[in-house]
């Protein structure tokens, strides 16, 4: 399983885009890219996916370079509601795989 | 729809009881999961299920066990509770294809006295 390296936490300001990157040296040809945020007493949420450039959707963007052993994950303008644990995990999404969570990174938005 | 769903959402045991963890989901995933996670710290996988009667180690398994009798329901037992169990325990489905990522329950918090 592809190990994933990401900062502890963030601050950032109401507004402002956050970029997050996650570090996976060891990513296999077939692994995917996951993010998830995670309030407080929830479950963890998908965000985005993406295996190689760019993907974009209505809440954030991934962009991943060409050998992928990092992946950056753009969350636009953020407001205190994006404050949350966000993790970035690895792995082939077309199998039961065993999806290893790390600490993540938790972003606090201040106003 | 109601995705995901996990109950009980509260419980406390004494040391040495046992009890039962249900999850329950109606999108017709075949895929099944178990995490707990401690305080601080990411989610760690207990058991999983790739199909209707058919369940695998995680990476913590020790002290769990489960059954996936029919497809939409996962459950997880503990058959001898002891205080290292208390956690928040959070099950997951995703389909086969992995599109969209895993759905997560809102999960149970369990405490072991």
């Known amino acids: 399983l592809a190990k994933t390296t990401q900062p502890i936490s963030m601050d950032s300001y109401e507004g402002q885009e956050v970029n997050i990157t996650c570090s996976h040296n060891n990513i296999a040809t077939n692994d995917y890219i996951t993010w998830y945020q995670q309030f407080p007493s929830q479950g963890p949420r998908f965000i985005i996916q993406?295996?190689?450039t760019k993907v974009t959707n209505e809440v954030a963007s991934l962009f991943i370079p060409a050998d992928r052993k990092s992946s950056t994950l753009s969350l636009p303008r953020v407001s205190l509601s994006d404050t949350a644990v966000y993790y970035c995990?690895?792995?082939?999404?077309?199998?039961?795989?065993?999806?290893?969570f790390g600490s993540g990174t938790q972003l606090t938005v201040l106003p | 729809n109601a995705g995901v769903t996990q109950t009980p959402k509260f419980r406390v045991l004494k040391t040495g009881q046992s009890m039962t963890l249900l999850c329950a989901q109606d999108m017709n995933h075949e895929y099944m999961y178990w995490y707990r996670q401690d305080p601080g710290m990411g989610l760690r996988l207990i058991h999983y299920s790739v199909g209707e009667g058919t369940t695998a180690k995680g990476e913590v398994p020790d002290g769990y066990n489960v059954s996936r009798l029919k497809k939409q329901n996962f459950l997880l037992g503990l058959e001898s509770a002891a205080p290292s169990q208390t956690s928040v325990y959070f099950c997951a489905s995703s389909p086969p294809g992995g599109d969209y990522g895993y759905t997560f329950g809102s999960g149970t918090r369990l405490t072991v006295v």
């Open positions: 993406g295996y190689k």
């Open positions: 995990l690895v792995g082939d999404k077309g199998s039961a795989r065993q999806l290893t």
